[in-house]
């Protein structure tokens, strides 16, 4: 095999090697974005239990006569801690593809 074949055969195998590290990537940040929302389901589910039971507790304390009883107040996740969760994983999404394209 001469050395323009040899070379080319080289960069084909660098390229197709490339290629499968690229689809890692691209496999890992849907992942991380399928994870976003569960997360963002969990914080929501997690915050109204907590909702749940600080109103329960007020409860109890009122019927000991501790304390009144207060009405909770929602504290679900607000669009923009979403926009900061989705900002924060494009960033590192695109801080990995900046050092993939070092490579």
């Known amino acids: 095999m001469d050395e323009a ?13 490339a290629q499968t590290e690229v689809d890692k990537w691209r496999t ?6 399928a994870q976003v929302g569960d997360l963002q389901g969990a914080l929501q589910e997690m915050a109204a239990e907590l909702d749940r039971l600080a109103f329960e507790n007020q409860q109890l304390k009122g019927q000991l ?13 607000t669009d923009e801690d979403a926009q900061i969760i989705q900002a924060a994983l494009i960033s590192r999404i695109k801080e990995l593809e900046r050092e993939l394209a070092q490579r």
């Open 28 to 33: 890992g940040a849907e992942i991380y974005e």
């Open 65 to 77: 006569g501790d304390a009144p009883i207060l009405q909770p107040q929602a504290s679900v996740p």
């Open 5 to 17: 074949a040899r070379k080319i055969q080289e960069l084909t195998e660098a390229l197709a090697s």
